[in-house]
């Protein structure tokens, strides 16, 4: 075996951790962009691979879940091939930039492209879709005049009504937190402690399970993510008839629909920081926002971008939460330990 295949070998052994396989070994003076994601692998590929086609630029994608891949990214060190790090949920994102996994840029695009609210006020990550929190309901049950807020599902009307997702989730611990920083502590605990006491059933260990378990009686109103309402639309469009959506806290005061987010940032030690940035500002833009977010069911986070046809169907004008999205996932932690103490599993 020569020394240069002995020496290949060495490296990707190195770059092998916790059994997961490494990124391709880059050419020599290749133009080339290495990004861990946790998005999968089949609805971000097709997207790179069109950047690659209209920029020359080759995309080295390694795919796993959102925790597994930040540790990677953490272990690794300097010597990570990483130049952009995609993850979902705030909480991700937050906890990415706080561990000192990402690096601030200077981007006036991500800026332009990004909305405040739906970015790091550090410059460390940016949102790349959009993914809503909200209501679902049985309409031969429930009439919509009679929902309102998150928190109004803690009232005793709801009792042995009400469906949720498991308290291990992220998405149920960033709802959990934007109460947190609205709220403050004491209140947000009553609120899910209310949330605990009105379950119909056990909590559920994904949305598609809880929306299908409204469609089957099992529950009248349950809480969300909008894009696994559009998978059950896209695979069956009768689920519409037994499941509608209501966009919560729209009314004056009531601070807004929660919005949760896919993101990404620079890593830290990228070894081609401008090509990273380059591909996250081109993510962002009205070009590939489209390819970035339809399919998915995911809204584009840039306001340019027309929603998917779905989406556009079942109405996505509504007041989303002004609340940051890093204040928000900065109380990732808080809200753990909150479902925690309540019985929230």
């Not at 993914?131 to 807020?149: A, M, Y």
């Not at 994904?206 to 109103?221: F, H």
């Not at 070894?271 to 833009?285: F, V």
């Amino acid at each position: 075996m020569s020394r240069l295949v002995t020496l290949i070998f060495a490296v990707a052994a190195v770059l092998t951790l916790g059994g997961l396989a490494a990124p391709p070994v880059q050419a020599q003076g290749q133009q080339t962009v290495t990004v861990y994601s946790s998005r999968i692998e089949q609805l971000i590929k097709p997207l790179f691979d069109r950047y690659t086609a209209e920029t020359g630029v080759q995309i080295n994608l390694l795919t796993d879940r959102g925790g597994a891949i930040a540790e990677r990214l953490a272990a690794e060190g300097a010597g990570s091939p990483a130049d952009i790090l995609l993850t979902v949920d705030m909480g991700n994102l937050w906890s990415a930039a706080e561990r000192g996994l990402l690096r601030k840029i200077d981007s006036p695009a991500l800026n332009a492209n990004v909305p405040a609210n739906f970015r790091d006020p550090g410059d460390h990550w940016w949102g790349l879709s959009r993914r809503e929190r909200t209501i679902f309901f049985d309409p031969s049950k429930v009439k919509p005049e009679q929902l309102s807020t998150y928190e109004d599902l803690a009232e005793p009307k709801w009792k042995g009504k009400l469906c949720l997702r498991t308290g291990k989730q992220t998405y149920t611990q960033s709802l959990v937190a934007m109460l947190l920083v609205k709220h403050g502590e004491a209140k947000a605990e009553q609120i899910v402690r209310g949330w605990v006491d009105n379950l119909a059933t056990d909590v559920f260990t994904n949305d598609a399970s809880l929306l299908q378990a409204i469609a089957a009686g099992q529950c009248e109103v349950g809480i969300a993510n909008t894009y696994y309402y559009g998978r059950l639309i896209s695979r069956d469009a009768g689920i519409k008839d037994k499941v509608h959506l209501f966009w919560a806290n729209q009314g004056k005061d009531e601070g807004g629909a929660h919005v949760n987010l896919s993101g990404g940032g620079v890593t830290r030690h990228a070894k081609n920081p401008a090509g990273a940035q380059k591909l996250l500002e081109w993510l962002s833009s009205a070009d590939a926002q489209s390819g970035y977010t339809h399919g998915t069911f995911e809204s584009p986070v840039n306001p340019a971008v027309e929603p998917d046809a779905i989406i556009k169907d079942w109405g996505i004008q509504f007041i989303p939460s002004p609340l940051n999205a890093a204040e928000i996932g900065a109380r990732q932690p808080d809200a753990i330990r909150l479902l925690d103490r309540v019985g929230y599993r």
